[in-house]
């Protein structure tokens, strides 16, 4: 999935609504995962909000990706212990 | 992690910068992991201003979550593929 407005004619592009403003998204999946995946960072940024009422869109958003970069690395982490306990039981 | 400035005393509190931007972000991680969390946002954002200069800054960062979302969510289905076989492998 590509964050851009330039797509490709093989993508599809969704029209989504996060924060009250309108993004277009295009990507190789359905417009159902976009508007998931919009619906998601939509739903952290107003919980973001809820705790600190101060913060403008712009820091609200970074700091959506900062926790869903953190969670990301949290669940490489326990991809990878998986992964290897995988591998010793095959072996 | 905790993206809010009103952290409790036992918390770790990190001053990163992103995309030009002081943040004051929490947890219970160390300030390392902070700063790397930090640095891939900020990598994320400046590629999708290479592609799209016209995007302001809080475009960016919302596009930034929606693209770490999508990620988070293929590596979650990944997880769960590897955690069935995983366990069909033991039983």
């Known amino acids: 999935m590509e964050a851009n407005g330039l797509t490709e004619n093989e993508k599809i592009r969704a029209m989504v609504m996060i924060y ?3 993004y277009t998204i295009s990507g190789t999946e359905t417009t159902e995962h976009m ?3 919009a ?3 939509d739903k952290k940024m107003r919980e ?3 705790v600190n ?3 403008n869109t712009s820091a609200l958003a970074v700091l959506t ?3 869903t970069i953190h969670e990301y690395i949290k669940l490489q982490e326990k991809y990878e212990t998986l ?3 995988f591998k010793q039981l095959k072996d």
């Open 83 to 85: 992964e290897e306990e």
């Open 65 to 67: 990706a900062v926790n």
């Open 53 to 55: 009422p101060n913060l």
């Open 20 to 22: 009250g403003q309108q």
């Open 35 to 37: 508007q998931q995946v």
């Open 39 to 41: 619906a998601i960072v």
């Open 48 to 50: 973001i909000h809820s």
